[in-house]
């Protein structure tokens, strides 16, 4: 199986550095930018398995390029942000990032996210097309219609409405969707009003098909397929 190749973008070249170093000492291949312009440019060039992410960067800063990404590609994102405030780390997350680690930190929990990031992506389900009324969405792709009509969804509103959908009509508790859409890590975090929040943009989204999100009184929330 060939080595997993990863780009690591970040400013600070002895961090840069030192990140390459283990990084490459453990099996991967790596490649680094040092500002948010070229780090895209090889993204693009060099097609990585994960980017490793700083927040602070010259020219366009993570969240531009986290964007830029996730607007052609599901290609695994790990933050790295010297912010503590829990706003930034969130916005990371609904912007598209798979996880992300604060500063300072050490190069071993790096190396553990890296791992469990590429797990994930590597355990992947065969693409699944699923379906409930007009609602069609096809999960690998992350393409989202209504009435044969596409609808433009964020990374995460797609994410919960993938949980729904797999969870086949049963209800789902709130601390059980911010599990599954951002992993028990990082699930203990963040408020579960989160998921109201998603939910009500999503149904927003949905337009005729907003009413197979039922809210289960005490519990959280199911679709509706019949």
């Given at each position: 199986?060939?080595?997993?190749?990863?780009l690591v973008v970040e400013d600070e070249k002895a961090l840069a550095k030192i990140l390459r170093y283990n990084l490459e000492k453990a099996g991967y291949q790596v490649i680094t930018a040092h500002d948010g312009d070229a780090g895209l440019d090889f993204f693009l060039e060099e097609k990585p398995d994960i980017v490793i992410l700083d927040?602070?960067?010259?020219?366009?800063?993570?969240?531009?390029?986290?964007?830029?990404?996730?607007?052609?590609?599901?290609?695994?994102?790990?933050?790295?942000?010297?912010?503590?405030?829990?706003?930034?780390?969130?916005?990371?997350?609904?912007?598209?990032?798979?996880?992300?680690?604060?500063?300072?930190?050490?190069?071993?929990?790096?190396?553990?996210?890296?791992?469990?990031?590429?797990?994930?992506?590597?355990?992947?389900?065969?693409?699944?097309?699923?379906?409930?009324?007009?609602?069609?969405?096809?999960?690998?792709?992350?393409?989202?219609?209504?009435?044969?009509?596409?609808?433009?969804?964020?990374?995460?509103?797609?994410?919960?409405?993938?949980?729904?959908?797999?969870?086949?009509?049963?209800?789902?508790?709130?601390?059980?969707?911010?599990?599954?859409?951002?992993?028990?890590?990082?699930?203990?975090?963040?408020?579960?009003?989160?998921?109201?929040?998603?939910?009500?943009?999503?149904?927003?989204?949905?337009?005729?098909?907003?009413?197979?999100?039922?809210?289960?009184?005490?519990?959280?929330?199911?679709?509706?397929?019949?």
């Amino acid at each position: 199986m060939p080595e997993a190749k990863i780009l690591v973008v970040e400013d600070e070249k002895a961090l840069a550095k030192i990140l390459r170093y283990n990084l490459e000492k453990a099996g991967y291949q790596v490649i680094t930018a040092h500002d948010g312009d070229a780090g895209l440019d090889f993204f693009l060039e060099e097609k990585p398995d994960i980017v490793i992410l700083d927040i602070m960067l010259p020219g366009k800063d993570g969240f531009e390029v986290c964007r830029a990404i996730r607007q052609s590609s599901r290609t695994p994102i790990l933050m790295l942000t010297a912010k503590k405030d829990e706003l930034d780390r969130v916005l990371g997350l609904e912007i598209g990032a798979d996880d992300y680690v604060t500063k300072p930190f050490s190069v071993r929990e790096v190396l553990a996210r890296v791992k469990a990031i590429l797990r994930r992506a590597a355990d992947k389900p065969a693409p699944l097309l699923a379906r409930a009324g007009t609602l069609e969405v096809d999960l690998e792709r992350y393409v989202t219609k209504v009435k044969g009509k596409p609808v433009s969804l964020s990374p995460k509103e797609f994410e919960f409405l993938k949980c729904l959908l797999q969870a086949d009509g049963r209800a789902l508790s709130r601390d059980e969707l911010l599990e599954k859409v951002w992993g028990y890590d990082r699930s203990m975090e963040i408020d579960t009003n989160t998921v109201d929040q998603h939910i009500a943009r999503l149904r927003g989204k949905l337009g005729a098909e907003a009413g197979r999100i039922v809210t289960v009184k005490n519990v959280g929330y199911r679709l509706r397929k019949d």
